[in-house]
């Protein structure tokens, strides 16, 4: 194989992999990413499924949270800038306590969804940038 097929085979290799369908392993890494820059988050923990970390209280103060992840999936999405949609799904805890939603609210505290997460949550993949961006 020449040299310039090699090269012409990886960029056709690098850009498959470019306009690619991101993973839902991007999608988690996304969302616990988009959690640990939440400015009202400190000692936060990733693990597996469970992220972990210390950030204001349902009712007031300071709590223990824990966030499991219990599903994430990749939709399609009619924008061709921004062609998936990614969904995750997850339990929030605080001092060992479930915050449940109830029809209209996530009953979590306002500092903790600025960034755009939740209980029931999605994201957009922008193509361009390569990255998922929270709504």
Avoid at 37 to 51: G, K
Avoid at 87 to 98: F, L, P, T
């Amino acid at each position: 194989m020449t040299r310039r097929a090699v090269f012409t085979a990886a960029i056709g290799a690098l850009i498959a992999v470019g306009c690619g369908k991101p993973s839902v392993a991007d999608l988690r890494e996304s969302f616990a990413q988009q959690l640990a820059a939440n400015t009202s988050v400190s000692d936060f923990q990733p693990s597996a499924d469970e992220l972990r970390f210390t950030g204001p209280g349902v009712d007031s103060g300071v709590a223990k949270w824990r966030v499991h992840v219990d599903s994430a999936v990749i939709e399609p999405n009619d924008d061709p800038d921004k062609p998936y949609k990614g969904v995750v799904k997850s339990s929030w805890y605080a001092d060992d306590r479930k915050v449940v939603p109830d029809a209209r609210e996530s009953n979590l505290p306002p500092e903790l969804i600025s960034t755009g997460l939740a209980q029931d949550c999605w994201a957009v993949w922008n193509r361009a940038a390569r990255k998922w961006e929270w709504e």
